[in-house]
């Protein structure tokens, strides 16, 4: 079974190597942006599954996905992320996609997920679309900010800057500053520590 991995940090898209290559029967190749995905297709080389990291440089959301899906070969196609929601995993799966894998997995569902995809089935974990439902229905900061602000409210709660924030969402710089002086508004946060501070509270992240 022959695996590509794209994915922009080096040590996730390592750790995912290691899991998989323990297999015995499972080859993998890897990419750190879309644009290398690509590039591996067109030069011809077969792939049973590719896995493409949802916030990526060159994604833009499901256009990458949709792209990838379109190229000539067998491969089938599937959504790794630390970010999207419960929305982004189904629209991803009704355009086609074999599945769609949160980076909360352990080494052996991962494992279990790409064998099960690799034979042809969507993959989608139940407790993630529970755990997704849950927050959405209790936390009213949820539903006052938009999905791409609750992304750039995640990566504030991880301590990113600016700048690492709109590489990991492939938007520009400017964008992010807009998205977090608007979430602050809407919130009621005066700065970065006391927006994440309140979504730690709130169970978001």
Do not use: C, W
Not at 42 to 68: C, H, I, K, S, W
Not at 132 to 160: C, N, Y
Not at 164 to 185: F, G, N, Q, S
């Amino acid at each position: 079974m022959r695996i590509l991995i794209a994915d922009d940090h080096d040590l996730l898209r390592d750790t995912l190597v290691t899991y998989l290559q323990r297999e015995g029967d499972i080859s993998t190749e890897t990419a750190p942006d879309l644009a290398g995905v690509v590039a591996i297709l067109d030069a011809g080389t077969p792939f049973d599954l590719v896995l493409l990291d949802y916030a990526m440089p060159g994604m833009n959301e499901l256009e990458g996905l949709e792209r990838v899906m379109a190229m000539p070969g067998r491969h089938r196609v599937a959504l790794i992320s630390g970010t999207a929601n419960r929305e982004t995993a189904q629209k991803a799966l009704s355009a086609g996609a074999a599945g769609f894998l949160p980076k909360t997995l352990t080494a052996r569902s991962l494992v279990n997920a790409v064998r099960f995809m690799s034979m042809g089935e969507q993959y989608l974990p139940l407790g993630f679309m529970n755990a997704q439902e849950e927050v959405e229905a209790a936390h009213p900061l949820t539903q006052s900010l938009s999905r791409r602000e609750l992304e750039v409210l995640e990566g504030l709660t991880h301590g990113k800057s600016n700048k690492e924030i709109a590489r990991d969402l492939d938007i520009r710089e400017p964008t992010v500053k807009l998205h977090v002086k608007t979430l602050y508004r809407k919130i009621g946060a005066a700065n970065r520590t006391q927006a994440a501070m309140m979504a730690k509270e709130a169970g978001l992240f």
